[in-house]
């Protein structure tokens, strides 16, 4: 299966110059999409789906309101599914994942990055860079192989400064709640073993060449996204910080459940939306559907997801 699905991915990604998506269809185990700008090859692979109590997301927003807009999009107030598109970028150089997926330890639907890897041809230690754009569970925990050594045993690993110090810090696992209380064990477990080795950057730092680190806080105190550029095309990864294709873009001034800082993740999304809707520049979401890579548009005073790049 691996061998036929290379070949086709092969055929699929006759892409001309500059921003040009192949859509496949997004399935696990396979590449979802591939995005094209400049000199960068992005394909997002998926590591399986999420899926979550309702009120992990809608619990805080006004309910009244909300059930239109479910029934508009077609999703369940009860239970939610999310796909995980992981970010593969390659330039002919640099072999780049921006997140790791869930492993083997967080839910049994998720945690298959290696088998869609390997459809793409692309083996653990091919990667040269792991860029994580924040360290809760379905992004961070693919982070060890079997015997809790790096998996990307190549690859230099690259977080950012905020993020590191909030789930590194001994006080988390107490201060984070108690439903949250695992993501901080987790987390700190995991990145222990990469401390000797690790990168840190911050807010604004061109971390590799064309790959600009953009502070998205709130989500999780230090969530970041990124913007990739190449001659004169763009994308951004936004990660977490659009949780959603429906509500995320039809209200984000609402609190969403997953955000740890719902204030600071509303003023994030605004701002991000606004930038992406006036740039026009193509967005890929660790949750959004076909693949994660679409853009915003603006509509009726707020925004809509589109698949169309």
């Known amino acids: 299966m691996a061998l036929n699905r290379r070949n086709f991915m092969h055929g699929a990604g006759a892409l001309a110059t500059g921003a040009a998506l192949s859509p496949l269809m997004p399935k696990a ?22 899926n979550l109590p309702g009120d992990f997301s809608f619990a805080p927003m006004p309910q009244d309101e909300l059930k239109p807009i479910l029934a508009q999009y077609g999703i369940s107030r009860d239970r939610v599914s999310r796909p995980c598109n992981v970010t593969l970028l390659r330039d002919g150089e640099r072999t780049i994942l921006f997140d790791v997926g869930s492993g083997p330890d967080f839910v049994p639907t998720a945690g298959e990055l290696v088998d869609t890897l390997d459809a793409l041809g692309v083996a653990p230690e091919d990667v040269t860079h792991v860029v994580f754009t924040h360290a809760h569970p379905d992004h961070l925990w693919g982070l060890l192989d079997d015997f809790d050594e790096p998996l990307f045993y190549e690859a230099e690993h690259m977080i950012g400064q905020a993020e590191w ?3 590194t810090n001994p006080n988390t696992v107490d201060d984070i709640g108690e439903a949250r209380a695992a993501f901080a064990v987790g987390a700190k477990r995991r990145l222990d073993v990469i401390a000797e080795t690790v990168t840190l950057f911050n807010d604004g730092q061109e971390i590799l060449p064309g790959v600009a680190a953009r502070a998205t806080y709130g989500h999780t105190p230090g969530h970041m996204a990124f913007e990739l550029r190449s001659g004169s095309n763009s994308a951004m990864i936004v990660g977490d910080s659009i949780s959603n294709h429906h509500v995320s873009f039809v209200k984000p001034q609402w609190p969403t459940g ?5 204030e600071t993740a509303i003023k994030t999304r605004l701002l991000l939306l606004d930038q992406l809707a006036s740039e026009q520049m193509p967005l890929i979401g660790f949750h959004l559907p076909e693949g994660g890579v ?3 548009e603006r509509k009726d005073g707020a925004f809509v997801f589109t698949s169309e790049v």
Do not use: H, M, N
């Open 165 to 167: 110090d909030y789930w």
């Open 258 to 262: 997953s955000d740890e800082d719902p």
């Open 294 to 296: 679409g853009r915003a």
């Open 29 to 50: 185990g396979f590449a979802a999409s591939t995005l094209e700008i400049g000199e960068f090859r992005l394909d997002t692979v998926s590591d399986g789906l999420l």
